[in-house]
């Protein structure tokens, strides 16, 4: 079968061997698979990982219990022993001798089929699709902070960090009742939230705080210092971030103002499912391309690309991607900005070039072929923008 494998070197999508079976575990024929931040760690060293990535996955089951087979499906992705202390204590996502799914002695989801053992697996609901159900597992892991917090109505909260998992807390914690600022770095991304109802900033602009809840999601070694400047005192911090870099991390703040530190990792599924169904939390704006899984490697650096240093931004809205771009360069001059238009205003271009744009490109049409082809779905450009002038504005080279 067709497979995405990380050999220490490369990711690379060839022929393998169908996985291997093992006791109580199901087949599933693999419809759709997520491409988180967690793959991008991998694939330069993180957990050391060797095999078939992905671990964000909804299928259908081929082979299994037959009350299953035929069933399409979600799966949670530690592989726990059952039988352990540690099991037998309810935390089968902790226990020790666990293999993960696409990240730790388990291959994953990159691929035609994966197996799971039945345990892990949930039925995914009629009303779900499969682009909706494929967001499960990262939204269980939102939810999960539910289960860590008690969150009141009100509850006044800050999520640092607007990739996916950020997104995704922001949404569950804002459904939960609370009062929410999302704060990252890219305008397009946040507006996701804002047409939630959840109010957002840039971070470069922001005054953070004081908050009672502060999220860490942004997967960066300073997040964790902002994010502690933030809380008040005896507020908690939870940190979602599991491989931000190693940094000096002052512990001092923690026990001046007495905060709650709690890590945050993997959670529920069926919370998620019921959110997913309900429509109580929005996934499919987080979509930025689909390719097939011939093309996974491209997914995979198309991912890279969207990550955090690229921001993508319209300067045709109002007020002008152009400032966000320019305080985001200033305050963060390692940030690669790209600009990406639907302006056909020759104004609007040609001021970005004079605010110190070195490099600006115009072309007729959307061009599929572009790093950023996922564009027309992303829910970066506006519904039937997609045929005016379209520009890079490109702010790396200045
Ligand atoms: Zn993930
Ligand atoms: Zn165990």
């Not at 497979?3 to 490369?10: C, E, P």
């Not at 002695?105 to 799971?116: H, I, K, S, T």
């Not at 006044?156 to 939960?176: E, M, N, R, T, Y």
Request: with cysteine.
């Amino acid at each position: 079968m067709l497979a995405l494998r990380y050999d220490g070197q490369v990711a690379r999508v060839s022929e393998v061997d169908p996985p291997a079976e093992f006791p109580e575990s199901a087949l599933v024929r693999v419809s759709l698979a997520g491409v988180c931040d967690t793959d991008i760690a991998l694939v330069t060293g993180y957990m050391d990982f060797r095999g078939v990535l992905g671990h964000e996955f909804v299928g259908t089951v081929a082979e299994g219990p037959p009350e299953l087979v035929g069933r399409r499906v979600v799966g949670e992705i530690n592989f726990a022993c059952g039988a352990c202390a540690t099991c037998n204590s309810g935390m089968p996502r902790h226990c020790p001798a666990r293999r993960v799914l696409g990240i730790q002695g388990a291959d994953g989801a990159f691929a035609e089929y994966v197996r799971v053992p039945v345990a892990n697996l949930h039925a995914v609901p009629d009303a779900i699709s499969d682009s909706t159900a494929v967001f499960t597992e990262p939204l269980a892991a939102a939810f999960e902070i539910l289960e860590q917090v008690e969150i009141e109505p009100g509850h006044d909260c800050l999520v640092l960090g607007d990739g996916k998992l950020g997104l995704l807390a922001a949404q569950v914690l804002h459904a939960a009742g609370a009062e929410v600022l999302a704060v990252g770095r890219h305008p397009a991304k946040l507006a996701v939230l804002r047409q939630r109802g959840i109010r957002t900033a840039i971070a470069s602009d922001a005054v953070l705080g004081p908050a009672s809840l502060v999220v860490e999601a942004t997967g960066s070694a300073l997040g964790f210092a902002r994010a502690v400047s933030a809380l008040r005192p005896r507020g908690t911090l939870v940190l979602k971030s599991t491989h931000a870099e190693q940094g000096t991390v002052d512990l001092a703040p923690l026990v001046i103002h007495e905060l709650h530190v709690i890590g945050s990792r993997c959670g529920p599924f069926p919370p998620a499912l019921r959110a997913l169904e309900t429509g109580a939390v929005d996934v499919r704006s987080l979509v930025h391309a689909r390719l097939p899984l011939a093309r996974a490697d491209e997914a995979l650096r198309l991912a890279e690309q969207l990550a955090p240093d690229i921001c993508l931004l319209d300067i045709a809205m109002p007020g002008g991607g152009l400032t966000a771009a320019r305080s985001i360069t200033a305050s963060m001059p390692q940030t690669r900005v790209v600009m990406l238009t639907v302006s056909e205003d020759e104004d609007d271009l040609l001021s970005a070039m004079k605010a110190g744009v070195v490099w600006a490109n115009t072309f007729n049409r959307f061009d599929p072929t572009s790093p950023f082809g996922g564009y027309k779905e992303s829910g970066f450009g506006r519904e039937g923008g997609m045929h005016g002038l379209h520009a890079y504005v490109r702010l790396e080279d200045r």
